[in-house]
């Protein structure tokens, strides 16, 4: 069973969650920018992040039934959809940007989930999938959305993507501050200290995928732009449970280990 939207809500008013907020959003950010004419579509609960898409010509925030729906305005207009997270109300391609938040986890059957969302992507689309990490701390906090639901791995989430035509491109990892409000203060300097010291306490994982069709056409190698004029980021293995990597860049998102490289 889903958290309920009033749960999430009330988290994220919180200074709990206004961590959460920032932290994936310099991700987002240094990844996908402001989506600069493209089409985004939220699926799960990220319609706290989506504000950040100003120069995207559409955004739309997807909320499975299970949970609930909230009223949400971009330019004016609500722009939240309820829907089945099985059968997604959009025509296939219809978005360049897909992110997925607080949305695989609490899936009946996340394959079947992502399978929708994929097909809804545009063929050069990009996809991100940030979720509980397992074995963080945060994954076993109940009081937060993290600790509620199935909790993934990196190596989980590739083979996930992969099991959908997919080619996992960026990862990153974050949230290495425990999910207690006296530590707070200290977020900044404990993120920065636990991705050196402690990268398996991390408590959110985000994998950025591409269509394997797409990266197998631009096999151009490590540091190339995956798509448009946004710079590409810093390259990093692919984890190594599977076949021999295919073309596609692995890269590491993440505003501490980024260094920018225009393609």
């Given at each position: 069973m889903r958290r309920s939207i009033e749960d999430l809500r009330a988290f994220y008013g919180e200074p709990t969650g206004a961590l959460v907020r920032r932290v994936l959003a310099r991700r987002l950010d240094d990844a996908w920018g402001e989506a600069e004419g493209c089409d985004v579509l939220g699926l799960g609960y990220a319609t706290p992040w989506l504000d950040g898409f100003v120069g995207a010509r559409r955004v739309i925030a997807a909320m499975p039934g299970g949970q609930g729906a909230e009223a949400w305005a971009a330019a004016g207009r609500n722009r939240t959809v309820l829907v089945d997270d099985r059968r997604l109300p959009f025509i296939a391609?219809?978005?360049?940007?897909?992110?997925?938040?607080?949305?695989?986890?609490?899936?009946?059957?996340?394959?079947?989930?992502?399978?929708?969302?994929?097909?809804?992507?545009?063929?050069?689309?990009?996809?991100?999938?940030?979720?509980?990490?397992?074995?963080?701390?945060?994954?076993?906090?109940?009081?937060?959305?993290?600790?509620?639901?199935?909790?993934?791995?990196?190596?989980?989430?590739?083979?996930?993507?992969?099991?959908?035509?997919?080619?996992?491109?960026?990862?990153?990892?974050?949230?290495?501050?425990?999910?207690?409000?006296?530590?707070?203060?200290?977020?900044?300097?404990?993120?920065?200290?636990?991705?050196?010291?402690?990268p398996g306490a991390a408590g959110l994982i985000m994998l950025e995928a591409t269509r394997q069709a797409y990266a197998r056409v631009r096999p151009t190698g490590l540091g190339q732009a995956v798509l448009g004029a946004r710079p590409s980021l810093t390259p990093s293995?692919?984890?190594?449970?599977?076949?021999?990597?295919?073309?596609?860049?692995?890269?590491?998102?993440?505003?501490?280990a980024v260094e920018r490289k225009r393609s």
């Open positions: 391609g219809s978005f360049d940007r897909i992110l997925l938040v607080h949305a695989l986890e609490e899936a009946d059957d996340p394959r079947a989930l992502l399978t929708e969302a994929v097909r809804a992507m545009a063929p050069a689309g990009r996809i991100i999938l940030a979720t509980a990490a397992r074995g963080g701390l945060w994954a076993r906090a109940e009081a937060t959305p993290f600790g509620h639901g199935r909790p993934f791995t990196r190596r989980q989430l590739e083979r996930l993507v992969r099991e959908v035509g997919l080619e996992p491109s960026a990862w990153s990892q974050a949230l290495y501050v425990p999910p207690w409000r006296p530590l707070l203060p200290m977020a900044e300097g404990i993120e920065q200290v636990g991705r050196h010291v402690f293995p692919a984890s190594r449970d599977h076949a021999p990597p295919a073309p596609a860049t692995q890269r590491r998102l993440g505003p501490m």
